[in-house]
């Protein structure tokens, strides 16, 4: 059966509609980087700006595949529209064993109000900063109310989640040594809500008393959110109603400190600058540039140029 190509805006109205199909195929050109993207994103730029994008990180085995079901089950009680991300930033595929696959397994695979994708962040330059922003704004406009990214913990991604987010939720859980963790891995600064899982295992009161302690030594100004520590026993989805009501005071926090605003800023300019730079590559890739870039490299070797002089050259075009 041969199939015509669906234009941008057909694409879209289709993903509004909910049509899962056309949301996972918009998603889709944003990870090949598809040259129809420019017009995407213009056709989706009316709709987006509605969600609410929550960041979940944490180490391996924390449960975060088994969080999300649970956070995802307690926002259709409340009768909102779920997107859900995840993020793999170590493979250079899509579609293998991720957590996003788990979760597609759960009871919220066949629910029309969630959708489920995941994505390698693959390894050339602005993968996740570019794609990521782009995948958010497409389950945005295609009218999710909250959108989940879940991210493997390992080291430089807790930070990009956190800078994609509205909200970071961090999870912890007892027996593994996640109190030391999270001081290593500079994961106090990013959290607005702390979550302390497996709370039926020995010690989690008192990987919540670390932290908590840990956390009352940073300095925060006058009227600034204060993350809360919240137990949950994700299995049993227990602790889920109480996550979500933090989400959403963290919201309204954010939303009349101007923090959520800030926070968006931020992503469009890491966004921004990420196309920019993609752009810059691919023309440095090409033919022509490609050959003046390694002419301009031969003269910095043979002392004829400066490398930042042959930037300055490279930049000039
Ligand atoms: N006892 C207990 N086990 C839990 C709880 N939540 C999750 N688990 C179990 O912990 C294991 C890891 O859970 P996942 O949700 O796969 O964890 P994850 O953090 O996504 O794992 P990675 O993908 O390896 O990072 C599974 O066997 C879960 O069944 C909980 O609240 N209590």
Same mark, same amino acid.
């Given at each position: 059966m ?5 234009s941008?805006?057909e694409l879209?109205?289709?993903a509004?509609? *909910?049509? =899962?199909? =056309? ?8 990870e ?5 993207l ?7 730029t009316?709709?987006?700006?509605? =969600?609410?994008v929550?960041?979940?990180t944490g180490?391996? *085995?924390?449960g975060?595949?088994?969080s999300?079901n649970?956070?995802?089950?307690e ?6 529209r ?5 993020i ?9 064993a991720?957590?996003?696959?788990r979760?597609?397994?759960?009871e919220?695979?066949t629910d ?8 390698? /962040?693959r ?22 109310d909250?959108?989940l990214v ?9 930070v990009?989640?956190a800078?994609?987010a509205d909200?970071t ?28 899982n ?9 990987v ?5 302690s840990?956390?009352a ?5 006058e ?11 994700a299995?049993a *989805?227990?602790?889920?109603? $109480?996550?979500v009501?933090a ?9 009349e400190? *101007?923090e959520? $605003?800030?926070?968006?800023?931020r ?6 600058? /990420?196309?920019?730079?993609?752009a ?7 033919v ?8 301009? /490299?031969?003269?910095v ?7 930042? /002089? =042959?930037?300055?050259g490279?930049?000039?075009d």
């Open positions: 041969s199939r015509r190509t669906e941008p805006d879209v109205a289709r509004r509609d *909910g049509e =899962a199909r =056309a949301i996972g195929r918009l998603i889709s050109q944003v090949d980087g598809s040259s129809l420019r017009e995407v994103m213009a056709a989706l009316p709709y987006a700006g509605r =969600a609410h929550v960041g979940l180490s391996p *085995g924390v975060k595949s088994t999300t649970a956070l995802v089950a926002l259709r009680g409340r009768d909102l779920v997107g859900v991300l995840a793999d930033p170590s493979s250079p595929y899509s579609g293998g991720l957590l996003g696959d979760i597609r397994m759960s919220h695979a029309p109000g969630v959708f489920i994708r995941s994505m390698a /962040a390894g050339h330059l602005g993968g996740v900063s570019r794609a990521t922003p782009q995948a958010l704004r497409v389950l945005d406009a295609a009218g999710c909250v959108i879940e991210t493997v913990g390992v080291g430089q991604s807790e990009e989640i800078r994609l909200t939720i961090v999870l912890l859980a007892p027996g593994m040594g996640d109190g030391i963790q999270a001081a290593k891995a500079g994961i106090l600064e990013i959290g607005d809500v702390y979550v302390i497996k709370a039926d295992r020995d010690g989690a009161d008192q919540r008393r670390d932290l908590r840990m956390l030594l940073a300095e925060r100004p009227g600034a959110w204060r993350p809360p520590v919240l137990k949950t026993v299995s *989805g227990e602790g889920a109603a $109480e996550v009501d989400i959403d005071a963290h919201r309204a926090w954010a939303g400190s *101007g959520l $605003e800030r926070r968006r800023v992503r469009a300019r890491d966004e921004i600058e /990420a196309i920019a730079l993609t810059l590559r691919e023309r440095w890739g090409s022509d540039e490609g050959n003046r870039l390694d002419g301009l /490299a031969a003269a070797v043979a002392g004829e140029s400066d490398p930042y /002089a =042959a930037a300055d490279l930049l000039d």
